[in-house]
């Protein structure tokens, strides 16, 4: 297999520096940039209990949410640097009776845009006076204000990123920095519950590319949080560790297929915990028989070591939140406490805050064990996610992993095998997990549905485990 | 407030070599357990700057009712500027493809209203111990394209996308089909096939690894959209082909003697097939959308050009890769070589194509050992695509279903079902 650069940059979801779009107004009158303005808040409020008073007045029960975020994408490579901005304004309104749900979506976010939407949601209606509460506290701005970045700063700052990676070697064939900022400020307005918020997500991440004999290695890391640009930053060891996992030499033979006896890397458990949590451990998974019989609340899914916790409270965290898009206040939800599952995803969340609902974690936590290190007699340490599919209904998983480093009596044995995936049911993989780390990773996740970003992130620990793991290449 | 005037007005105020722009005004609704109707202006504006080391071009999406047409064109001429690749000459603009979009049956009263009327289409399918889990999207939208030449183009498109959970037996089954039109869902056909299957499934047994023939029909062989044929679309990949990253090259084989067997494949890219949910008349760059071939009897013969790469190449813009059509064969779907174990596969669990290579990896979820007659559920087939579509036999019988028009079923010979 070959890549080009285009297409590493797409695997990796940061697109060419140079080729980054440009994207402005998604809704908004032509007027100076209204982004983050306390008036504008003041106004966004007064708008929406407007709506909300419309809706009730229709005799059932409204919540107006609405949002005004700006994405900032910053990128550095060797054919230069670039900068991509896009805004997006919506409103979404919603009125529930005993018949169910309905919605209205605009992305005019302006007085008579807001109240056209109510009303074609709800008609011409009498507005119901309603308590809305106390209003909220101004949120906070993290530092530095996200609205004084420049496109210079953020440049500059890859600039120098690029500059402590001093052992970049000539077989390096492409190495890139990028940064990127999600700042919003979102509304959530019902019959008493008046909030606001003001989510700033970042997230750092370098790349280097080295061919190793007719394949690429692609190595990443990353740091995302929420707060201030300037917060965290990636440091020697994690710049060491992108550059020498790319140059790291791929041993050419045939992977042995087979069970064996595995460490598996944060980043893959924490891959694993994601797309168990999104699409197993909520309601809406239940509606399928199979997972409905085989995920009872109360039995035991994983070996009494493994623990998963969805914390949106988390501080800094970048998949955490105040309160979620239909205005429930955060919460740390445990779903599997000590092997046995006690809950599922609960909190709704909309692609971009205005897409449809959806259960999704925010913040999932692997739980942490004690050990300092986790040593192999024999088996292999898999490291680098390249994906991972699950099939809800028969459990199968199939973890795609970049290279799997063989461990023999105790020692690496310096093999190296790139492509392999470890395959099997979830169930079994999760009830084989033995001891974990007391260190910890945090994998932020930033993806699209329909064009709208969704955010979560992971911390997972290094995990023991045993499976199937085989070979993913088919041998020229 | 953003009109397609004022952008057009801005635009022939600068220096710019070229530029198009679309101007979407949709309506989509959703309706699964609630209801959703979103009301969204979408512009896409395309310019093109020569500067004297080359041409440099930006493209600028907004979703948007409100904002200043003067700073957006400034802004996407000063990204142009930025991101200058090779000098090339925009080709004269042809005539817009003639294709019909808009089904006049989604179109009546609201689109939540159009699409409630779909799903009672389902609701009347759903028997005593069978549950359906839907969610319908419908999308409509009036399209209007302006080029710097002149050019312009309206027409209206409509698109539905069904999602459906069709649970039975303890088991449950998705499926999922996109039409412009309602009875080009064929949702009842679908459901009836999912309530089969899943009768099968609740027999399965475990799977029994070696090799073997495969058989792909239906959903198997169309998984989420063209399914295996998607091997084919990165292949015709202008951009890729030019830097030589493309298994195989344009007047060459695309696999060792393919064109050599007994029924040769071909594939045609039609772009301008009546209701195609890939149909268009012009492309997003203001390209006209022609059918072209991308394999003709075994030999690779055509790429998807878009205005830069037909114009790097010195011949016409095409639309690029749209809706795939691939030519029938003579197989009879029963006919399979003696003492060979053939599996016939009904669905897939997942399908992954290498883009580059054309390897795939077909997760099997529901399977019959046609000897047996058994059903089985489970195990992994790795295949290369390229080489085995090039050589399997096709049926006869044709299939309409999204973006593809082909045989209905394939035999592919050799094979190896793994745990």
Redesign the interface.
């Known amino acids: 297999?070959?890549?080009?650069r285009?297409?590493v940059l797409r695997g990796l979801g940061i697109a060419s520096a140079?080729?980054l779009?440009?994207?402005?107004?998604?809704?908004?009158?032509?007027r100076p940039p209204r982004h983050a303005g306390d008036d504008l808040s003041s106004d966004v409020r007064t708008w929406l209990r407007e709506a909300v008073a419309l809706i009730h007045g229709a005799g059932v029960t409204g919540h107006a949410l609405a949002v005004s975020r700006k994405h900032t994408a910053a990128a550095l490579d060797v054919l230069g640097a670039?900068v991509a901005h896009q805004r997006?304004d919506g409103v979404v309104l919603t009125a529930r009776d005993g018949r169910?749900?309905?919605?209205?979506?605009?992305?005019?976010l302006?007085r008579d845009?807001v109240l056209d939407a109510a009303r074609?949601l709800v008609g011409n209606t009498t507005p119901a006076s309603l308590d809305f509460g106390p209003r909220p506290a101004r949120p906070a701005t993290p530092r530095p204000d996200p609205d004084a970045i420049t496109d210079a700063m953020l440049i500059e700052g890859l600039a120098k990123l690029a500059k402590r990676d001093s052992g970049l070697s000539s077989r390096i064939v492409y190495a890139s920095g990028l940064v990127e900022i999600d700042d919003a400020r979102v509304w959530s307005v019902a019959a008493n519950s008046d909030r606001e918020q003001r989510l700033v997500r970042v997230r750092r991440g370098v790349t280097r590319v080295a061919w190793n004999g007719t394949r690429p290695i692609v190595s990443e890391v990353t740091r995302a949080w929420s707060g201030g640009l300037e917060d965290q930053t990636l440091n020697d060891d994690e710049l060491a560790h992108a550059r020498d996992t790319a140059l790291a030499l791929m041993t050419p033979g045939a992977f042995s297929d087979g069970e064996h006896a595995l460490v598996l890397a944060p980043e893959l458990v924490a891959s694993i915990a994601d797309i168990a949590a999104r699409t197993l451990y909520t309601a809406r998974a239940q509606?399928?028989?199979?997972v409905a019989?085989r995920l009872v609340t109360g039995a035991t899914i994983a070996a009494p070591t493994f623990s998963l916790t969805d914390d949106a409270t988390a501080a800094t965290a970048y998949g955490g939140f105040h309160f979620d898009d239909e205005g429930t206040a955060a919460t740390a939800k445990p779903i599997i406490d000590r092997g046995v599952l006690v809950d599922r995803i609960s909190h709704a969340r909309r692609p971009g805050h205005t897409g449809?609902l959806e259960l999704t974690s925010a913040h999932l936590r692997v739980g942490a064990g004690t050990a300092s290190e986790l040593a192999l007699d024999d088996g292999y340490l898999l490291e680098g996610n390249r994906g991972v599919?699950i099939?809800p209904?028969?459990d199968?998983i199939?973890v795609a992993v970049q290279r799997a480093l063989e461990v023999s009596h105790g020692q690496r044995t310096g093999r190296a095998y790139a492509d392999v995936e470890l395959?099997g049911s979830l169930g079994k993989l999760l009830g084989d997990c033995g001891e974990a780390t007391s260190a910890t990773r945090t994998i932020g996740i930033r993806d699209e549905l329909d064009g709208l970003p969704r955010w979560r992130s992971v911390e997972a620990p290094w995990l023991r485990a045993k499976g199937l793991v085989r070979a993913?290449?088919?041998l020229a | 407030m953003i009109s397609r005037r004022d952008i057009v007005h801005a635009l022939e105020h600068r220096d710019l070599a070229d530029w198009v722009v679309v101007e979407r005004d949709q309506e989509i609704a959703v309706v699964d357990g609630s209801q959703r109707e979103e009301h969204r202006m979408r512009w896409q504006l395309t310019v093109h700057a020569d500067t004297p080391a080359g041409r440099g071009t930006a493209r600028v999406v907004i979703d948007a009712n409100d904002g200043d047409p003067d700073q957006l064109v400034d802004e996407a001429a000063r990204l142009a500027r930025l991101s200058v690749g090779p000098a090339w000459t925009t080709i004269p603009q042809a005539a817009p493809a003639r294709v019909e979009l808009a089904d006049p049956a989604l179109s009546i009263g609201t689109a939540v209203d159009a699409a409630i009327a779909l799903a009672k289409l389902l609701a009347r399918r759903a028997e005593s111990n069978v549950t359906l889990e839907t969610r319908i999207t419908l999308l409509r939208e009036r399209v209007a394209m302006q080029c710097r030449t002149g050019f312009h183009a309206e027409w209206k498109a409509t698109l539905a996308r069904v999602e459906t959970l069709v649970i039975a037996t303890g088991h449950s089954l998705e499926i999922i089909r996109e039409a412009r039109r309602a009875d080009g869902l064929e949702l009842v056909a679908a459901i009836d096939e999912a309530i089969a299957d899943l009768r099968l499934l609740a027999s399965a047994g475990a799977l029994l690894p070696g090799p073997c023939a495969l058989i792909l029909s239906g959903d198997a062989l169309l998984h989420h959209g063209l399914g295996v044929w998607d091997a084919f679309t990165s292949q015709a990949d202008a951009v890729v082909a030019r830097q030589g990253l493309t298994r195989y090259h344009e007047r060459g084989v695309i696999a060792a003697g393919s064109d050599q067997v007994a029924e040769p494949l071909s594939i045609t890219s039609n772009g301008a097939l009546a209701f195609g949910v890939r149909s268009a008349p012009v492309g997003d760059d203001g390209d006209a959308v022609r059918t072209f071939p991308l394999v003709d009897h075994g030999i690779a013969a055509g790429l998807g050009l878009d205005p830069r790469e037909a114009a790097l190449l010195h011949r016409d813009p095409n639309g690029g890769v749209r809706n795939l059509r691939v030519s029938l064969g003579t197989w009879d779907e029963k006919t399979t070589s003696a003492g060979v174990r053939v599996i016939d596969v009904r669905r897939l669990r997942g399908l992954e194509i290498d883009p580059y290579t054309g390897d795939g990896d077909l997760e099997l979820s529901l399977a019959i050992d046609r000897a047996t007659g058994k059903p089985f559920t489970g195990g992994t087939v790795r295949l290369d695509l390229i080489d085995v579509l090039a050589r399997a036999r096709r049926s006869a019988r044709s299939l309409r279903r999204g973006p593809y028009q082909g045989p209905a079923a394939v035999l592919i010979e050799h094979a190896e079902l793994l745990a």
């Open positions: 297999m070959t890549v080009d285009r297409r140079h080729g779009w440009f994207a402005f107004g998604c809704g908004g009158p032509a670039g997006c169910g749900r309905r919605e209205q979506v605009t992305s005019d302006t845009g074609a509606r399928r028989p199979e019989q449809p599919r099939d209904a028969s199968r199939v395959v993913r290449r088919r």
